[in-house]
């Protein structure tokens, strides 16, 4: 294989990686979990005038000793400076930037994603290394902001996502600094998740010394690092999070948690396992009728029937004119006294449930994905900021009625297999889901290379 050279193909492994904002339509594209390429600046039309634009339009791809360099993220970037090289008049900085990436381990992440050994080569002819240090800090910068795994390559419910950040020009921004490599460092996120998993990463706290448990936990260490980097910066101060895999719901106010009490989560079974999202609070609404969704209805609800004809009088259901078979509200619904209104494509909601013993239960995945609440009152009465009597009068009318929060509550669902508790220790939990394994797959570059040999299949949602 030769050291160097162009080859024709197809996109770009790292693209989607990349979020690039030139508008809020980008912007919304990008929250949604689209892929996409701003069209390129006019004064790319130019980039062939030069030794190093013949190089990045020699083909839609770039091979540099067998590793892929992102060539549309490349062009963006030096056509911010004439496509002439950067590198060869700031070598402090390109210093500073490539030992920042060859320390990408202490993020969790290995140096090998970004060229580590290409970087440490004395032999690349100089445009090629030029290149070559471009793509391994654009990339890095990259996965800091927004995690390595494209966002393509993400199960259907795992929807979390950061703002769009413009790498390009945050390498630019920092093109001329005296400390580029912190600027870099810092798109990272600041959580104290984050925060806690590198400080074990770099202690080995709460890490065995050998042994496949050690393995294991630094393996869940990285993969949840990875999962931190898929979060808004900053989190907003006001949440609601809910951890599926702890199974508890946590209510944050001023960043500091003042509230938490376990739930019941989805099934392991993967139609019903509970999604990773983000979703705004509306209000509350007291003593719900619950709409069977149909799938319950056709699987579950209808077959009862067949042997017990009496099976939907018994439990409060109706049939509506439009086929929705609906449970009247009550104490017995399945909703229970109290749903929190989170309009989102899922239909998963926070809300209460009549059948308080489950929670007496170490294993509680046994929803069809909505997130049971075992302190639903309590919870209701801190985000309306109302007292628990004013919550158990309106339960206590038996009327249908909503009442609106002062202000939308962001509400985040997270699926965190290692996390910060309350007092900033780390815990760990089992990866109930068996959702750990793909990520790592993309953090590992072994796993990543032979990923990427593979064909492409068809993943599950």
Request: net charge negative.
């Amino acid at each position: 294989m030769p050291l160097v050279g162009p080859i024709s193909g197809g996109a770009i492994a790292l693209a989607a990686v990349i979020a690039l904002a030139t508008s809020p339509a980008l912007a919304a594209e990008q929250k949604s979990g689209a892929a996409f390429a701003p069209a390129p600046p006019a004064s790319m039309a130019a980039y062939a005038d030069t030794e190093l634009g013949k190089l990045l339009d020699s083909g839609p791809e770039f091979v540099v000793a067998g590793e892929q360099l992102n060539v549309e993220l490349l062009r963006r970037f030096y056509a911010r400076h004439g496509f002439e090289p950067v590198w060869t008049s700031r070598p402090a900085q390109a210093s500073a930037l490539t030992n920042a990436v060859l320390r990408a381990g202490d993020q969790g992440l290995a140096p090998q994603l970004f060229h580590a050994n290409l970087l440490l080569s004395p032999t690349l002819p100089p445009l090629y290394r030029e290149l070559v240090l471009s793509d391994a800090f654009l990339s890095y910068a990259g996965a800091l902001a927004h995690g390595v795994m494209p966002v393509e390559l993400r199960r259907d419910d795992e929807t979390l996502t950061p703002g769009p950040v413009d790498v390009t020009a945050a390498l630019d921004a920092v093109i001329d600094s005296p400390d580029p490599a912190a600027a870099i460092e810092a798109l990272a996120p600041a959580t104290p998740t984050y925060l806690a998993l590198r400080q074990a990463l770099l202690n080995r706290a709460g890490v065995p010394a050998s042994g496949k448990t050690a393995a294991a936990r630094l393996r869940a260490i990285q993969v949840n690092l990875e999962r931190e980097r898929w979060l808004p910066r900053p989190l907003p101060p006001d949440r609601v999070w809910v951890n599926v895999a702890d199974e508890r719901v946590t209510l944050y106010r001023d960043d500091q948690p003042i509230f938490s009490t376990k739930v019941i989560v989805g099934q392991d079974e993967l139609r019903n396992q509970s999604p990773e999202f983000e979703v705004a609070m509306s209000g509350v609404l007291f003593n719900p009728p619950w709409n069977i969704p149909p799938d319950i209805t056709t699987n579950e609800i209808l077959p009862k029937t067949v042997n017990d004809p009496n099976y939907l009088a018994q439990h409060n259901m109706v049939m509506l004119p439009d086929g929705i078979l609906q449970q009247k509200a009550g104490p017995n619904s399945g909703l229970g006294q109290l749903m929190f209104l989170m309009q989102n494509r899922f239909d998963v909601y926070l809300h209460d449930t009549p059948d308080k013993r489950l929670f007496a239960r170490d294993d509680r995945r046994i929803s069809h994905g909505c997130i049971r609440v075992e302190k639903p009152r309590e919870l209701a009465a801190l985000l309306l900021q109302q007292p628990i009597d004013a919550i158990d009068q309106q339960i206590a009318t038996g009327d249908t009625t909503e009442t609106k929060l002062s202000e939308p509550v962001p509400v985040f669902v997270v699926y965190e297999t290692a996390f910060a508790d309350a007092d900033g220790k780390l815990q760990f939990r089992p990866d109930i889901y068996g959702r750990d394994a793909e990520i790592w797959q993309q953090l590992d570059p072994e796993r990543r290379a032979m990923a990427e040999r593979e064909p492409p299949g068809q993943r599950g949602g």
